[in-house]
């Protein structure tokens, strides 16, 4: 149990597109989904905590009009990415937590995505 | 299939005690494994080990790399009540793949 999925994997997109990145809980009602972005050799960072239903909070620095996060159902979260840019390019990962175990992150397995 | 696996999944302790937290994995293309301790919120980073038998030490916190068995060991000494949390580890594998990760070990530390 406690599966999280991304869609897609990976993604290759044009400067100036906007990509948006799925999150989904697979066997539980997630309350709480957190997106982070990860760059090469470095730490997870947190973006954005989403909880359903309402907005989602960003981290300082975290432009939230460019990462769009929505959380719209208890199984659903995506992020978008607005008017994308090489510096964007990065592990996209999300985690939920919720049902039996509120208090556990269960992470996807993250979208890598590139901007040419 | 890819997969890394930790033990114990949880562990409770009291102060001082020292605590070792196990991680193997199976994975194609293996480059690094991870370790970072989870919190309230965003998981922050401890270690990044490639190379076998090279011990890695933050603190009281001390990471080694074991590339025969496929595994890795995280040992904590002294533990205080800070350390309580969920340890995760992850590998990276290939480039512009993501990383896998453990379910974690939630460490529980009592005064």
């Known amino acids: 149990g406690a599966v999280v999925s991304q869609h897609p994997s990976r993604v290759i997109c044009k400067s100036g597109t906007s990509v948006k990145i799925e999150c989904r809980s697979l066997?539980?009602?997630?309350?709480?989904m957190f997106w982070y972005r990860q760059f090469p050799k470095q730490s997870l960072m947190l973006m954005a905590t989403s909880n359903e239903g309402s907005k989602a909070t960003y981290e300082q620095g975290v432009e939230k009009d460019k990462f769009l996060i929505n959380h719209a159902s208890l199984t659903l979260s995506t992020l978008t990415v607005t008017s994308a840019h090489p510096e964007d390019s990065s592990f996209y990962i999300c985690?939920?937590?919720?049902?039996?175990?509120?208090?556990?992150?269960?992470f996807g397995p993250g979208t890598r995505l590139t901007v040419l | 299939e890819d997969k890394v696996v930790q033990s114990p999944l949880s562990l409770v302790v009291h102060e001082g005690d020292t605590v070792t937290l196990n991680c193997s994995y199976e994975?194609?293309?293996?480059?690094?494994l991870l370790w970072y301790k989870q919190e309230k919120k965003a998981p922050t980073f401890l270690f990044m080990l490639t190379s076998s038998g090279i011990e890695k030490k933050s603190g009281r916190l001390s990471s080694i790399l074991d590339k025969k068995e496929l595994s890795s060991i995280l040992n904590i000494t002294a533990t205080q009540t800070g350390d309580s949390a969920i340890y995760l580890c992850?590998?990276?594998?290939?480039?512009?793949?993501?990383?896998?990760f453990g379910k974690g070990t939630t460490l529980s530390v009592s005064s």
């Open positions: 992850a590998v990276d594998r290939q480039a512009g793949t993501a990383l896998i």
């Open positions: 994975v194609t293309n293996f480059r690094s």
């Open positions: 066997d539980f009602q997630a309350t709480t």
């Open positions: 985690s939920a937590s919720g049902g039996a175990f509120p208090d556990t992150q269960y």
